[in-house]
């Protein structure tokens, strides 16, 4: 090369390419803050196609080479929503029922047509005028009162025409109040405060980011991360036929739970009065959401027998205390009007699967039966 | 390593880059503080701290064991010991600040490793002095050879390092049941390989004179530190010598790989890994469903392994040094010579230059030399099941050793044959794509299926898995 061939070469500053790629960069994020893009939007594969909230799987080996399989559940509810089937166009003849819950709603370790909402679909009902009662499972593998009513609050712009809130004790306990998704969702959560008078503590939450610097790539940079995951992970459930993996390995088996020896309710002993310390305020704001077309209903928990069934129903909850809990739920549904089932023991133990929470197939489908009739009476008053 | 060390470690070798003196040192520093900083996480551990001090201190012996009387005598050493001693002294620090990202919550008291460090020094001025006639080294750098080979193989074998933590656990008044997996150390794959790589040059008087920070930066150079490259010591040092700050277009081409490789790494193969075969390959529904979660696992391993050599490679040009490549498109080669000439060539070309050849030449040199595909079979079974076992000694890495064995020794004897037939019928440009084409898919698919065994823990999971491909379970 000659010397003049040389000096034709551009030279090239890396300070100058980095001030490009820095002016790229800022390019990129304002325009898609500027079109309001959000993390829903890219959903590419199965993008209103989940039965039940989708969940990424990590499966995990330990030391002795055995191996779990961990769930991650979303806290964007773009995400969440955008993919499930209930944002499908509701038919001139559905009857349209949201239920609201915990993992026993979700269904671990079920396939989606295994769950109550599932199941209360396979009974094929029919409400007095016709319409066909189309169930759709909104449960999300977390108790937590506060979390259920984000749900049905962010819910009901896809026409509901009846909601079922199934819940335990467990959902109400103060703590449970601020799960990782109550906290990731502030605005969400200031909107029930400012809407129907939540008592929250909002300094718990996160700090609600800066409009503009949450609308940019960058702000939403964890949110744009899990949902590449989970389009690369609904591959992988694909390939497995199921959008549970642990069903391959705790699938239809029964757990052995042993009544907990102690009677504190988490270091609460009788005869407190535990309205101090479940959110019992979450009740009656449900009630407000949903218009008052919304079942209460004390999901069915494991009853254990063993050494210490006489002191505790489960490993989780003493006598005392959930019969003090069910005692309140029942007058504060009778005071407000509510409809409420307390279908807290209506499941023998042996339906029950990996937790004192978590129901069997067949259980599922017993609760089911017992739920539908509820809905048709909600129905045709 | 996670992001986080992944920008904290290439700002480090930027600013190390800068420098016009000491860069040697300041690299050196870097990388012993990156070895406790990256090294395996074991909570409420002394491991925490005596594995990284472990690495350090035997890559030192190993230095005192290869260097000439000369080198080994002169006092030009001393700083590079004082900056180890430094590095591992501020990790026992850590014993009263905490820092989480060390970790090290029951690090010994500094004194303990102050100790150490001296007990270190007074043998290896017992060993200089041992060895200050050149006598005896020879037979200290075998027993080296095998005594590396023997610590690797602990290290790579779930079973004997289970009963080794067992072991060490109940001398420590604890329970001795054996823990597979428990006892991990960190980047030792790639410091065993660089280390014997200078013993056999040393024996084989191939090794050049280098100083104690020299050979200790080369062994434990942070940008390669935990997944490779394997360098020649002699290349590394021209960079590592040279004095001349980095060049703008190191910086570009730096910066370019740098962010190519986060790229592949935490965006590809942290993606594809979420649908690669794994704990669930038993039971994937379909034919075509197994094939995409194989696929998908074949680009993660791509994706993975050449994104860290990217990120290394581009922290390297920061530092000044230039990493050797260690991927070049082996997806797309025809045939499996070619794939095995581009994938993890840093850790092929090490085998070559210290088992193939040395093999291939030894039976060739014999009286009664056996046939030319004999010695070609023995080498290439040889070789390939080292490497399997180079990755970890389970009869899943043996399987796929010997499954590339196979692949290179029947596409060796094929060619051998076809060669001239195949250049014949290739006479067009149209049949030379198609060959090339045919080729390429060939191997690719050959070297997916050998995955199976990479990917799945025990053979009878590999067997169902390659069953499901061909919809035969």
């Not at chain 1, 209506?346 to 609760?367: D, K, V, Y």
Request: with cysteine.
């Amino acid at each position: 090369m000659s010397d003049s061939n040389k000096n034709d070469t551009p030279s090239i500053h890396p300070a100058r390419v980095a001030v490009k790629a820095l002016l790229l960069f800022l390019a990129f994020n304002l325009v898609y803050a500027a079109v309001r893009a959000s993390p829903g939007w890219f959903i590419v594969i199965r993008r209103g196609g989940y039965e039940r909230f989708p969940a990424l799987w990590l499966p995990d080996v330990h030391n002795d080479g055995s191996v779990s399989i961990g769930r991650e559940m979303f806290s964007n509810m773009d995400v969440l929503f955008a993919s499930h089937i209930l944002t499908r166009p509701k038919a001139a003849d559905e009857f349209r029922v949201f239920i609201f819950g915990d993992s026993s709603v979700w269904g671990t370790a079920l396939y989606p047509e295994q769950t109550v909402a599932g199941q209360i679909n396979q009974l094929d009902l029919r409400t007095c005028s016709g319409q066909r009662v189309v169930a759709y499972n909104l449960g999300y593998p977390s108790n937590s009162a506060t979390k259920d009513l984000l749900f049905m609050q962010r819910a009901q712009q896809y026409q509901p025409d009846l909601n079922v809130w199934l819940f335990s004790m467990l959902a109400f306990q103060r703590i449970r109040q601020d799960v990782p998704f109550v906290v990731d969702n502030p605005l969400a959560v200031q909107e029930l405060m400012t809407e129907y008078g939540l008592p929250h503590d909002a300094s718990k939450l996160s700090v609600p980011p800066d409009p503009l610097w949450g609308a940019t790539i960058a702000g939403q940079r964890r949110d744009l991360n899990l949902l590449v995951r989970l389009q690369a992970s609904t591959l992988l459930l694909g390939a497995l036929g199921m959008d549970d993996p642990r069903i391959v390995h705790e699938g239809g088996i029964h757990f052995q739970d042993t009544p907990k020896a102690s009677n504190d309710f988490f270091g609460i002993f009788p005869p407190a009065n535990l309205s101090g310390y479940l959110a019992y305020e979450t009740l009656p704001v449900a009630s407000a959401i949903t218009g008052g077309k919304i079942i209460y209903v004390g999901e069915p928990i494991e009853i254990s027998t063993g050494v210490f069934s006489d002191i505790s129903y489960n490993s989780f909850f003493p006598r005392w205390a959930y019969d003090q809990f069910r005692q309140v739920v029942s007058g504060m549904s009778a005071e407000g009007g509510w409809t409420y089932l307390d279908l807290w023991n209506i499941i023998p133990e042996q339906q029950f699967s990996t937790s004192i929470f978590h129901l069997l197939p067949e259980g599922e489908a017993a609760l089911a039966a017992r739920l539908s009739e509820t809905i048709l009476l909600s129905a045709c008053p | 390593m996670s992001i986080l060390n992944i920008f904290i470690l290439a700002a480090l070798a930027a600013l190390a880059g800068l420098l016009r003196k000491g860069r040697g040192l300041a690299l050196l520093f870097v990388s012993a503080l990156a070895v406790y900083w990256l090294g395996t996480r074991f909570d409420n551990s002394s491991y925490t701290f005596w594995i990284p001090t472990g690495t350090l201190a035997l890559a030192a012996v190993s230095w005192a064991l290869t260097a000439p009387p000369e080198a080994r005598a002169s006092r030009r050493n001393l700083p590079g010991f004082v900056i180890l001693m430094a590095a591992s002294l501020l990790a026992s620090l850590n014993r009263y600040f905490q820092i989480e990202p060390f970790f090290a919550t029951t690090t010994p008291r500094v004194q303990v490793a102050a100790a150490f460090w001296l007990v270190l020094l007074a043998g290896l001025a017992a060993l200089a002095f041992l060895l200050r006639r050149g006598r005896g080294q020879r037979a200290l750098l075998i027993l080296a050879v095998i005594g590396g080979i023997a610590l690797l193989a602990l290290v790579k074998s779930p079973a004997l390092t289970g009963r080794l933590y067992g072991l060490v656990n109940s001398l420590r008044g604890g329970g001795a049941e054996s823990v597979p997996f428990a006892f991990q150390w960190l980047g030792f794959s790639y410091v065993a390989f660089r280390l014997l790589h200078t013993f056999f040059d040393r024996l084989s008087g191939r090794l050049p004179a280098v100083s104690l920070d020299e050979y200790v930066t080369y062994v434990i150079f942070f940008p390669a530190f935990t997944a490779g490259p394997i360098d020649r010591i002699e290349r590394f040092l021209k960079d590592l010598r040279d004095p001349r700050p980095v060049r703008a277009a190191d910086w570009l081409e730096a910066g370019r790989r740098f962010f190519t490789g986060l790229f592949k790494k935490f965006v590809l193969a942290d993606a594809l890994a979420l649908v690669s075969i794994g704990a669930f390959a038993p039971f994937v529904r379909t034919p075509g469903w197994a094939w995409l979660v194989l696929y998908a696992y074949a680009f993660r391993l791509l994706f993975d392994f050449s994104g860290y050599t990217d990120i290394a490679i581009g922290m390297g040009l920061l530092a000044g040094i230039r990493l050797p490549e260690n991927f070049a498109s082996p997806y797309l080669k025809p045939n499996l010579t070619q794939f095995w000439n581009s994938w993890h060539m840093s850790l092929t070309q090490w085998f070559r230059a210290y088992f193939f050849n040395p093999l291939v030449r030894g039976f060739r040199s014999a009286r009664k030399p056996p046939p030319a595909w004999i010695i070609i079979a023995i080498a290439q079974f040889g070789t390939m099941t080292l490497i399997g076992l180079w990755h970890g000694i389970s009869w899943n890495y043996v399987l796929w050793g010997l499954w590339h064995a196979a692949g290179l020794f029947v596409h060796n004897r094929w060619s051998e044959w076809t060669r001239v037939r195949a250049a014949a019928w290739a006479a067009t440009p149209a049949r030379k794509v198609l060959l090339n084409v045919t080729g390429i898919l060939v191997t690719f698919h050959y070297v997916a299926l050998g995955w199976v065994f990479f990917a799945l823990t025990t053979p009878a999971q590999s067997w169902v898995f390659f069953l499901k491909l061909f919809g035969l379970a």
